[in-house]
């Protein structure tokens, strides 16, 4: 059995909003899917955690607290980003970087 067939008019306005919502909607879709398979917070997800080490993180939180108290003392030492972004370009481009 054959489908039915129909003609419609449409204007352009009428069709670009038919096409934004068709759009829309599948693009809602993609992210609910995307959304699904992703974990629902980094809180929540370990797995991207070391091993279980107070020590070297008592360290690390150390070293951080120090780095941010010497900004604080000098932040016109600090690197603007794009300045250091052109300084490595440059370092890569000259060979100065290791393998």
Known sequence: MASPQFTTTLSLTEMEALI???????????IEHVL??????????WTHEGPYDPAGDSL???????????????PQEAMDWEAF????REA??????PD
């Open 20 to 30: 934004r919502r068709v759009v829309r909607e599948a693009v809602h879709e993609e």
């Open 36 to 45: 699904q398979h992703l974990p629902s917070s980094i809180v929540n997800d």
């Open 60 to 74: 690390l939180l150390a070293e951080a607290l120090t780095e941010r108290q010497r900004y604080r003392a000098n």
């Open 85 to 88: 972004k052109a300084e490595l």
């Open 92 to 97: 890569e481009e000259a060979g100065e970087l």
